[in-house]
């Protein structure tokens, strides 16, 4: 069984910051890609951020120069640092890990439950 468990969302002002965490436990071989994504009221869910396993980033247009992705292997963890935070960011947060269980298993996405982050004043 594998589980992300995210944490450090919360309410903040615009302007501020905030760090969140997703750490993926379990039977797990191998983590590919790992990435952040939003979902407001009414929207579509987003991607916000991807990290590879080699560290190569991307990034939506939105939070170019404000977010930065970061992944600890060592400790199945990716980060999301949020700067200069704006009201248009309130959003549940998910984080996605494309993972395998075994060696000769295939990949498959699986999903934290998601973090609450509030801007506003």
């Known amino acids: 069984q594998v589980q992300l468990v995210e944490s450090g969302g919360g309410l903040v002002q615009p302007g501020g910051s905030l760090t969140l965490s997703c750490t993926a436990s379990g039977t797990i071989f191998s983590i590919n890609g790992m990435g952040w994504y939003r979902q407001a009221p009414g929207k579509e869910r987003e991607l916000v951020a991807g990290?590879?396993?080699?560290?190569?980033?991307n990034y939506a247009d939105s939070v170019k120069g404000r977010f930065t992705i970061s992944r600890d292997n060592a400790k199945n963890t990716v980060y999301l640092q949020m700067n200069s935070l704006k009201p248009d960011d309130t959003a549940v947060y998910y984080c996605k890990a494309r993972l395998k269980l075994s060696r000769w298993g295939y990949e498959s996405d699986y999903w934290g439950q998601g973090t609450q982050v509030t801007v506003s004043s």
């Open positions: 990290i590879s396993s080699s560290s190569n980033t």
